[in-house]
Structure formats: C-alpha cells, structure tokens
C-alpha cells in the first residue's frame, strides 16, 4: 500500500505510524533537529523493512564526515539494497545517491537526488538532501540553481515552503545576493519557525555586509529558531561570536566560545571547524586564548586517518599546528599525499586540489615559516571553495593568507589579496580588513606611524 507524505510525496509504507515518525523525521531534518534520529529509528521499529529508510540512515551517517561511520552507512545501502525490488522510483534514488556517497562521488548523489526533483520538484526531502551534499562541494551557484528551477512549483501553503526559502537564502547569500537572501531568510522563518537553516543565512548576510550590529540585533531574542537543533545550535552561536568579534568585543567572544560554541566538548568536525577557527580569528588579533586548544589537539590526533572531507581534515590541522603535534601532523600530510595521489574519485581530487597545498600552508604557518605559509596558501587559495563549507567558513583560512603574507613582507601581494577579499564581499570592508590596510599603511609610511596625514 502506498501513502503519501506531509510533502505530498509516495511513500511505500502502510502503517499510518510508520507514515507519521516519516513526516517527523523529515520535519526534524529540515530544522536540523536533535530529534531526527529518534524518530528515524522509530521508524525503523515500525517498518523493519522498508528500505528508504535505510537509505536515509546511511546519508545521515555519510553527512558526519567520520570515517567509524562510513562502514554504518555500508551496512544501511546493503539492507537498502536488499529492499529495493519494493520501492518505488523516488526511493530508489534515495538508495542510488547514498550508492554514489558511499563510492566518494557526491556531485554523482546530487544528481540522482535532483533526477527525483525532476518529476516531483516540490520533494522537499530531497531538495534539502541535494542542498545539504551541494554544501559539502562548496556549490553555492548549482545551489541556487536547483532550487531556482523548482521554487515556482511550490503553492504558497506547501508544508516545505519555508525550509525551500531557508536554502535559497542562504544560496542567494553564497552567490552574493545579499538583499534578496535577507528578505528570503525572514520569510522562510515566517512559514517555518524553527528553520535555523534560513534564520543563520540571514546571519551570513550580516557577516558578508560587515554589519555586525544588524547581525546581533538578528539573533537576539531568536533564540528559539534553534535551540530545538542538534549540533546546529552551536553553529549559530558561532555566528554569534564572529559579529561580536567584528565589534572588538574579544571578552565577550571568549564567553560565547566557552559558554555556547564549545560548551560540549564533541569531535564532531563541524564543531571541531567552529572552535579551531574562532580560536584562529582570536588569535591573528593578538589575544591570548589561554589553553583552549590544547583539548581539540587531543581530538583532532585521532582524526588524522577520517579523509573524508578536506574541510574536516584541514580543521582539524589547525589544532595540531598550532599545539606543534608533530607526530599528528606527520600522520595526517601523509594520508594526504597518499589520497591525492589516487585522486580516483571527488573526495580525494579535492584532498589533491586544494588540499595538499593547503595543509602545507597552515603547517608552515604553525612553524613559523610565513614565507612558505604564503606561498603555499596563495596556490590553494583561487581552489578554496572546492573544499566546501561556506565562505564565512572558509574565511578562516583567507585571514591566515594574508596575515602569512604580511608576516613574510609580502605587502604588495597582500594589499591586492586584500582588495579581491573585499571585492568577493560585495565590496563591503570588514574590521580585519580595515585593520590589515593600516598595518600597510604603518610599514610603508613611517609618517603613518605618528598619526600623520597627507
């Protein structure tokens, strides 16, 4: 028997139950929920075999980005498999994208997950799937496209609606459409509430426009747009801390971070990526941290072997070059070199392009060697978004470029990486960058030194 889901989407299950912990899975997965895999393995207790829901689980497991998990996902695609003679045409393209995840291909999952969006383009669930991976790739432009092309066939009173303008937010954001994204961002959170997703690019907005006050007075008294979430939540937080840091408010972020973005000590890379890059930002602004990084160093050495996302692995460098954990930088340049060299299938391509020059970047720069910090950064540099996450995110990595160059002496270099920084920002000028173009100004001048002017 088949039913149909709160996105009016066919699902081959025949127990209303079933149907129900289905609709909360999704819903939950759309917020970003704590709840999502509480009512995912309800399900499974439910409906035993039916086989999206395995295929659900393993792009769930797949989207942690650990390495343990991979063999999970696995173990979900062969039951999935076992059941697929069952399914129907939508759900076996749920089980051939975790196929493409699990083979290290993932534009190859998005387009089966967009073949769905092709004959039902209001499946929410899948268009958040597509987004979700498109995240991963660093896809901001094919995110606004795939949701561009299904957008106009959403009534007004669709239960995905406010999920849909959520992410096209946030895509709008990534493709440097900032009004607009802010506008989608505020409806989304009209229809949907508890979308954290649209309620954080709206934040995104305030960070590319370096308007940081506008960025607080957008979260706070919001907070329950993503208290419900899971590690989400400590995202947003993150949000946070950057505006604050934007405003010199270096007390208040180390709060945040203690309080809020680090509050559970997970080794969860998306948490991992938050902390190592605010402690990072802190740092390149000459404030003392005290010993937080000492306990994502311990983390982060029994991550060396996961290569399953360059943006993980790359955080995660972060921690041990800075803490000079020789043994796991060693570990981890090695796996490196060993998955670029295969460059068989996505995932390792983008571990060659951007990341072996990349991690060589951030090691030199633990080391002290700005030179070849540099150098080795500005190779990666014009490949960065291939290493996935946002631009806010990937930010971290631009600001050691160019403090490595100014270190170096590099001013000229820097003054016109300076100028495209702020250029790929909609030409909005942020406190770093302010604050870098007077640290120029002072060498080249040494009447600048004294406050004077032309």
Known sequence: MSRYDLFEQPVTLADADAVTEWNAMSRAFMAHGASTPGHLGKLLDIAPEYGAAYAIKGLFYALLGRRELLSDAAIALSKAETLISDANARERGFIGALQHVLAGNITNAVLALEAILEVAPTDTLAMKLSHALRFVLGDGAGMRQSIEAVLPRYRDDHAGRGYLLGCHAFALEETGDYAR????????????????????????????????????????????????????????????????????????????????????????????????????????????????????????ENRTEDGCLIFADLHYLLALSHENRDDGIARMMSRLATDA??????????MAVPGLNAARGLEAFGDGDYGLAFAALTKARPHMQGAGGSHAQRDVFERITIDAGLRAGRLHEVEALLSD??????????????????????????ACRFGATA
Request: charged letters at 30%; proline letters at 1%.
């Open 181 to 300: 994204a802010a506008l989608a961002g505020r409806a989304a959170l009209t229809l949907a509430p508890d979308d954290a997703w649209g309620l954080h690019a709206v934040a995104h907005v305030h960070d590319m426009t370096a308007d940081a006050k506008g960025g607080l007075e957008w979260l706070d008294g919001r907070e329950a747009a993503w208290a419900h979430c899971n590690n989400f939540r400590f995202h947003v937080w993150w949000h946070k801390a950057l505006m604050m840091l934007e405003l010199g408010r270096m007390d208040a972020v180390l709060e945040l971070y203690d309080t809020h973005v680090r509050s559970e000590k997970t080794d969860d890379y998306r948490d991992i990526s938050n902390a190592t890059s605010l402690l990072s930002r802190l740092e390149l602004e000459g404030v003392d941290v005290s010993d937080r990084w000492e306990e994502l160093a311990d983390l982060a």
């Open 341 to 350: 060299s295969r460059s068989g299938n996505e995932v390792e391509k983008r």
């Open 421 to 446: 920084r702020t250029a790929r920002r909609g030409g909005y000028e942020d406190r770093y960058s302010a604050t870098r173009r007077q640290m120029i100004a002072r060498a080249v001048d040494p």
